[in-house]
């Protein structure tokens, strides 16, 4: 097991010193594919790839709270993609799959959770509509704002070597 982190570790290494766009802008950050085809996943991977470069500490300082997200295709249908964000621990941390015992729950679709993200849209006003549902402590809900990370614009996701949503 050892000897495979080792062989990849110094593949990554050779793949950066030659400037290789494999090692992509990220250095060496393995940023996950989108399996979805969601815009959403693109923007969770976005996240989990900022906290992986230790730039999630500020976020962690602001937040101090771990998230459980559900991303529908429509308003009221069932989850098709399910993530957590630790802004609790460390330098933060996302992660794919469901959470137990975050500190707030959020259920939106999709596209309410690319246009929050992309500041588009204010979540006190998509609770307010419904188009937003939180569970959990209220006011860590109101710490997870868009500014935690930085937007999702092309320029950010190609720095990541994601595709744009």
Not at 37 to 45: K, Y
Not at 48 to 77: H, Q, R
Not at 157 to 165: D, E, M, Q, R, V
Request: hydrophobic content about 40%; proline content about 4%; overall charge neutral.
């Amino acid at each position: 097991m050892m000897e495979v982190i080792m062989t990849n570790l110094e593949a990554a290494q050779e793949a950066e010193a030659a400037g290789s766009p494999a090692a992509g802008a990220a250095g060496s950050v393995n940023v996950p594919k989108n399996e979805s085809g969601l815009a959403s996943e693109t923007i969770f991977n976005m996240m989990g790839a900022y906290c992986a470069m230790g730039e999630g500490a500020s976020a962690v300082k602001t937040a101090n709270a771990t998230f459980g997200f559900d991303v529908t295709l429509k308003k009221g249908g069932k989850p098709v993609l399910q993530y957590s964000i630790d802004l609790k621990n460390g330098g933060g941390s996302v992660t794919k799959g469901a959470v137990k015992g975050a500190d707030a729950y959020f259920t939106m679709t999709d596209a309410d959770f690319v246009k929050l993200c992309q500041g588009k849209a204010n979540g006190q006003t998509m609770f307010m509509q419904g188009k937003m549902k939180i569970k959990g402590n209220m006011a860590a809900a109101t710490r997870f704002t868009p500014d935690l990370f930085p937007p999702p614009t092309e320029e950010n996701l190609a720095k990541l070597g994601l595709s744009k949503l």
